[in-house]
């Protein structure tokens, strides 16, 4: 017997319509864009690849963009040693049968997460400003007044101050996929772990762990892929020139300047595409490397 299955494509039909439309035409444009070059005159004429070569080899390319690079590096660095342990360790406590009131605080962690970008720097701007923030203030109070810098101001730690702000901010992502994650554990397998006189912290690690190490690397994933396209709380705080001397400038805030053009600096639409399918080698190269490396280990230790 066989079966009409023409109905499948109607109801794929429009997703795929409007992901071809808005995804797949602006990466492909953009990826035949960087092959070109443009005239004063506003005209297109193919070039091939010294766009690339420009921007691997004139160090007024090659120089902003592996600084961008680098402290794309260091800004994803930071999410993943600080923000997924982080949310690990609050949907492990979350998850916890006897805590009470938890609904209430993962709405508390989560709710950072549905602010706007531009308030959450806003606000983190007046807090930490040397001028009017209550950081300094705070910290006196704690004994920790000695250690306040003007952190957003300084070339050595302005990048970490903005990451970790970020920190704060998408930490109920990665919390809120883990700990639904360890709802689906087996209560069979802790309850008789329990009766077999293990505690808490032994069930997490020899029994829940294990199981929801393909969430952890779904979770990494989906940090480095977000991190390489972050801008906007860079942007929101430190502006398009990502200062103090470009030193919390990363991928997307360099793109904007190099196709949009900035005060001094003049956009470029085939070096801002050139720019862009780099970003898009980038994560391409880290998601086939998770795929590769790390999904197929996972799924050897899940069969």
Known sequence: MTHN???????????????????????????????????????LSFAGLVNYIALFGDPNWSGPFWNALVNNLKFFAIHMLVQNPIGLMLAAILSLPKLTARGSYRTL?????????????????????????????????????????AWLGEEGSALITLSLISVWQF????MMLIYAALLNVPEDLTEAALID??????IFWRIKFPLILPTI???????????????????AVKGALAGPNFSTDIMGSFFYR????????????????????MMFLVILVGVMGYLLLIQRRLTRYAM
């Open 5 to 43: 299955r023409s109905h499948i494509w109607v109801f794929l039909a429009p997703a795929v319509l409007i992901y071809s439309v808005f995804m797949i035409y602006p990466l492909l444009d953009s990826i035949r864009l960087s092959f070109y070059d443009q005239s004063e005159s506003g005209e």
């Open 109 to 149: 962690i989560f709710m950072p997460t549905m602010l706007s970008v531009v308030i959450i720097g806003f606000i983190w701007q007046l807090i930490l400003s040397p001028l009017w923030g209550v950081a300094e203030g705070l910290m006196w109070n704690v004994g920790l007044g000695d250690y306040y810098d």
């Open 171 to 174: 930490v109920g992502i990665p």
């Open 197 to 202: 006189g293990a505690n808490h912290w032994k």
């Open 217 to 235: 690397a779904m979770v990494s994933i989906l940090t480095f892929v977000a991190n390489f396209n972050a801008f906007d709380l860079i942007y």
């Open 258 to 277: 190099t196709f949009f053009g900035f005060q001094l600096q003049l956009g470029s639409p085939t070096m801002g595409a050139t720019v862009a399918t």
